[in-house]
């Protein structure tokens, strides 16, 4: 016996809105024009259009909802005396649920948008700084190739979509083309953490930049090379926040922040006299007065 409440993906208690919002989500996805030369898809079409005929007639469903599926057999035994066949007339339906139709000989054609479809993409984090392009391939309905080139802006981050507008799946009969929205991960950098439109870096410097001062460099995502003036006496692990050298934000000249987290880097393999000058430093600097 035949659940259309199933067929649907409904639950009983759905309404009718619900109901017509299943049934016109999946006549899109089903349909033959759409499919064509899938027998599963024409079947799985033809049992959507049967649930939805009982299910959207309110007469119709109390009655599956009493006898289930065979209602059929106890009208035809004289119980509810009424006409399935003359219910639905699919062409006013059509109409109602996608807006078009056109006359043709008795019939009608009915005019469909295309779904929208999407698309994974992986970046690199250069690549999300400075923004870049993909160029996709796809097949149109007869076999022949698609070649589109998509711009992705700067600054984007993971999650994030592109919308390539009329570039989904067709549409039917004078239906609009559905969009392409390309679904964006960034990749994790071995550098660079990002949080937001910041970025993240630790870097090392020598312990004798850190005690006298100096300069460190840094090699941005840009590919430019930053100088960074270390104080004398600078501590181990201390943040330095260089604004406007972090992430673009996204379609803005605006940017966020560099975060530096320095780390000392010790020297080994002390010669005996160096040692003795680290000695004699420590010695220096830890003696009071």
């Known amino acids: 016996m035949k659940d259309y409440y199933q067929v649907l993906g409904v639950s009983r208690s759905a309404s009718a809105d619900e109901i017509k919002q299943a049934y016109r989500r999946l006549a ?3 349909h033959p024009d ?7 898809a024409e079947a799985r079409f033809k049992e959507i259009n049967e649930a ?26 004289g ?9 639905v007339d699919f062409a006013d339906l059509f109409e109602t649920l996608f807006g078009t139709r056109h006359a043709t000989g008795g019939g009608f054609n009915v005019s469909l948008d295309g779904q929208d479809v999407e698309q994974a993409v992986e970046l690199t984090l250069e690549e ?16 022949t190739p698609r070649v589109i080139t998509v711009k ?20 039917l009969n004078g239906g609009r083309r559905g969009d392409l929205y390309l679904v964006v991960t960034v990749k994790p950098h071995a550098q660079f953490e990002r949080k937001g439109n910041d970025l993240y870096v630790t870097v090392p410097v020598s312990m004798y930049t850190l005690l006298l001062g100096g300069q460190t460099q840094i090699r941005l995502l840009s590919g430019k090379t930053l100088n960074l003036n270390i104080p004398p006496q600078t501590q181990n692990g201390r943040v330095f926040r260089i604004s406007g050298h972090g992430m673009p934000l996204m379609h803005s000249n605006h940017y966020g922040d560099l975060y530096v987290t320095v780390s000392a880097v010790l020297p080994t393999n002390l010669s005996p006299q160096a040692r003795q000058l680290i000695e004699e430093l420590r010695r220096l600097t830890e003696t009071p007065g």
């Open 28 to 30: 899109r996805k089903y």
């Open 34 to 40: 759409i499919n064509r030369g899938d027998p599963q």
């Open 52 to 77: 939805y005929q009982v299910l959207s007639d309110q007469e119709q469903r109390a009655k599956y909802d009493r006898f289930g599926s065979d209602f059929r057999r106890y009208e035809q035994a």
């Open 79 to 87: 119980f509810g005396g009424f006409d399935y066949g003359s219910q």
């Open 128 to 143: 999300a700084y400075n923004g870049t392009q993909r160029t996709l391939q796809f097949s149109n309905p007869n076999g």
């Open 152 to 171: 992705i802006p700067a600054g984007i981050d993971t999650g994030k979509r592109v919308r390539v507008p009329g570039e989904g799946a067709p549409g």
